[in-house]
């Protein structure tokens, strides 16, 4: 009896380690798992964040796996609207491409590389990349907040040169300085403007000018009759309130001009 009880216990005790240990992967769970590639990496770099309009922005990239000779699509997504294709590249012997998009209107707009899936790997995406639209405009189109002996003007004449939609001072042996500026809100990012003397200023006349982003120092520097200087790309990054000054450095009368000045900025 105490054998046939022995026996009994160890049936039992197997019966229950069987029970409770897991089951074998079904050849079913092995296929689901066999199927569920690995995606393709996209890496992705736009040429630029801040586009002009009617500039091209280019993306460049690479592919991992780098799936020579096969395509890769660059997809636009304007404001709420769908993802749409712009662009088809072929990728190098290295998995490498170029992709470029020129867009023709202001809206913001977010930009991103695909590539399609294969049998060996799933869909790709690169990250978004988010671009800017910026159009330059002339700031004789703008309303001043403020001004004193300076204004917007059709015109003004430097070295004998017309330069139009300009600002230029008005100014007489009473008055020394002077200055307009504008709210731009931040919205701007650079201006481009020549700066100098009219060529009605008084032969002995010198002219300090000075560019203020909100009240900081942008630019400065000081002119005679027929000196002039063109600044490009000054930055106005954060700038809430764009000024020009002038001041008189002589005893002469001056005729302060910024020629034909322009801010690149957003709508």
């Not at 899936?117 to 790709?124: E, I, L, P």
């Not at 004998?160 to 009473?174: E, H, I, M, N």
């Not at 003397?197 to 900081?216: I, N, T, Y």
């Amino acid at each position: 009896m105490r054998t046939t009880r022995l026996i009994l216990t160890g049936l039992v005790a197997a019966a229950t380690a069987l029970s409770m240990s897991p089951a074998p992967p079904t050849a079913g769970a092995s296929r689901a798992s066999a199927a569920r590639p690995s995606p393709f990496q996209v890496t992705a770099t736009a040429s630029t964040s801040e586009l002009v309009l009617g500039k091209k922005v280019t993306f460049t990239g690479g592919l991992t796996p780098p799936a020579a000779g096969r395509t890769v699509v660059l997809r636009q997504k304007i404001g709420d609207g769908p993802w749409r294709t712009e662009d088809t590249a072929t990728l190098d012997q290295d998995g490498k491409y170029t992709l470029a998009d020129r867009p023709t209107t202001m809206d913001p707009r977010q930009y991103r590389v695909v590539k399609r899936a294969n049998q060996y790997h799933s869909r790709g995406v690169s990250q978004i990349m988010p671009v800017t639209m910026y159009r330059w405009t002339h700031v004789s189109d703008l309303a001043p907040r403020d001004n004193r002996r300076m204004s917007q003007v059709r015109r003004v004449t430097i070295d004998g040169v017309d330069y139009p939609r300009s600002l230029k001072s008005s100014a007489s042996t009473a008055t020394t300085a002077g200055f307009i500026d504008f709210n731009i809100d931040r919205r701007c990012i650079r201006l481009d403007a020549r700066f100098g003397m009219g060529d009605a200023a008084d032969v002995d006349s010198s002219v300090k000018h000075e560019v203020l982003g909100d009240g900081a120092s942008l630019y400065s520097n000081t002119f005679g009759l027929q000196e002039s200087q063109r600044r490009r790309k000054l930055d106005l990054h954060g700038v809430f309130r764009l000024a020009f000054t002038w001041d008189s450095v002589a005893e002469s009368v001056p005729v302060a001009a910024v020629a034909s000045p322009r801010v690149l900025c957003t709508r």
